[in-house]
């Protein structure tokens, strides 16, 4: 299998990669490097991988790249991605996260990939009331970035067709260590907290947030490229392995990093709220997360202990301030 992975050098994506190598499969990524290639040194040997310096609002470079290589799938992760990296520069994001995303997934099908895997996110469901959010409630995405996500499942969806299949995974907050890390992610951001700051610093605290293993998510990618077309395609799947409030999550990394630690609570206006169904993925696909969080926090919290993340206040590891700090990076205007 030929696997055309955007967004490679990325968070997810630089734990996906050596997975799909490690299977067999060949993997290109695209990516314009806004964090570095370092996050994928340790495939450069690898047999069948490449990796390919471009930004995916080159519409040319993208079009060549297809024509060289014939994949057998898309998985679609490149994106200014958060909410507050998306409102930085709002005519960016639309580049980003709509137009290319528009171009990339007429440009893939107009090729002949059969499959095109989006990674879209839970945040397209908004704040919700309802006990249970699944798959059937209408969108009702709050953000800039939540809605140029909802925007691109309508696209891949009306593309999708006998010989096109499109599938949109509505992730929850990923967490646990990745080559390229992030610390802008709820549970990384406590794990940071509880072992380096002598206290763990919580906004709000009632509210649910919904998250998941990075291995997890990498599983279901690795699922999804194998999935019956008839099952899947034109749809979207939550994943998700558990629920918590703030403060629970601030408490399960208390429990496990250090039990005698502080936890202040501040104020917030962040107050989404949602508790996510996983049922779709688990009934039709069979797909159970088989990580808990708290093995995130320990790989987190080892990290941080052993130099694999030498200097933590480093800005790369928060979108953010990297943008903020590298605007030629990301073309920010
Ligand atoms: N991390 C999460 O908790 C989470 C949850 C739900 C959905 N997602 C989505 O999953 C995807 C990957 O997330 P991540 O955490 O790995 O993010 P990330 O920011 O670590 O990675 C994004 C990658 O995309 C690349 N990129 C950005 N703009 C590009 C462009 N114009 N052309 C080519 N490459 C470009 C960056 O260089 C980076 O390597 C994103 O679409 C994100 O919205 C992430």
Redesign the pocket.
């Known amino acids: 299998m030929r696997v055309l992975v955007?967004?490679?050098?990325?968070?997810?994506?630089s734990r996906l990669v050596p997975r799909l190598l490690e299977r067999g499969a060949a993997a290109t990524v695209?990516?314009?490097?806004?964090?570095g290639a370092t996050p994928l040194e340790a495939c450069r040997e690898a047999s069948g991988f490449r990796l390919v310096e471009?930004?995916?609002?080159d519409r040319r470079a993208v079009g060549s790249l297809l024509r060289e290589e014939s994949f057998d799938a898309v998985i679609?992760?490149?994106?200014?991605?958060?909410d507050p990296s998306s409102e930085l520069d709002p005519e960016l994001t639309r580049e980003?996260n709509s137009e290319?995303l528009r171009a990339l997934m007429a440009a893939v099908k107009e090729s002949g990939v059969p499959r095109f895997l989006y990674?879209?996110?839970?945040?397209v469901y908004g704040v919700r009331a309802e006990p249970e959010v699944s798959e059937e409630l209408a969108l009702s995405p709050l953000t800039l970035?939540a809605r140029y996500?909802a925007e691109g499942e309508g696209i891949l969806n009306d593309l999708c067709d006998a010989d096109f299949c499109g599938v949109s995974?509505?992730?929850?907050?990923?967490?646990g260590y990745?080559p390229?890390m992030?610390l802008d992610?709820t549970v990384n951001i406590l794990t940071e907290h509880a072992v380096r700051r002598g206290a763990i610093r919580v906004f709000g605290g009632s509210q649910l947030r919904p998250n998941?293993h990075i291995d997890d998510l990498v599983d279901f990618y690795l699922l999804l490229l194998e999935a019956d077309a008839a099952v899947v395609s034109g749809r979207a799947f939550n994943v998700c392995a558990a629920n918590a409030s703030v403060l629970e999550l601030a408490e399960l990394v208390r429990a496990t990093v250090n039990p005698e630690l502080p936890i202040e609570r501040v104020p917030t206006d962040d107050l989404r709220s949602y508790h996510l169904s996983a049922r779709r993925a688990s009934d039709e696909l069979g797909f159970r997360p088989r990580r808990s969080l708290q093995e995130a926090i320990r790989e987190v919290a080892a990290a941080l202990a052993d130099g694999r993340l030498p200097d933590p206040d480093h800005p790369i590891y928060r979108?953010v301030e990297w943008m903020k700090l590298h605007p030629e990076r990301?073309?920010l205007g």
């Open positions: 955007t967004g490679g050098a990325g968070y997810i994506g695209v990516d314009s490097l806004v964090y471009g930004d995916l609002r679609h992760l490149a994106a200014i991605s958060n980003v290319a990674a879209s996110s839970a945040s970035y996500k995974v509505r992730a929850a907050t990923v967490c990745s390229r992030r992610l998941l979108n990301v073309g």
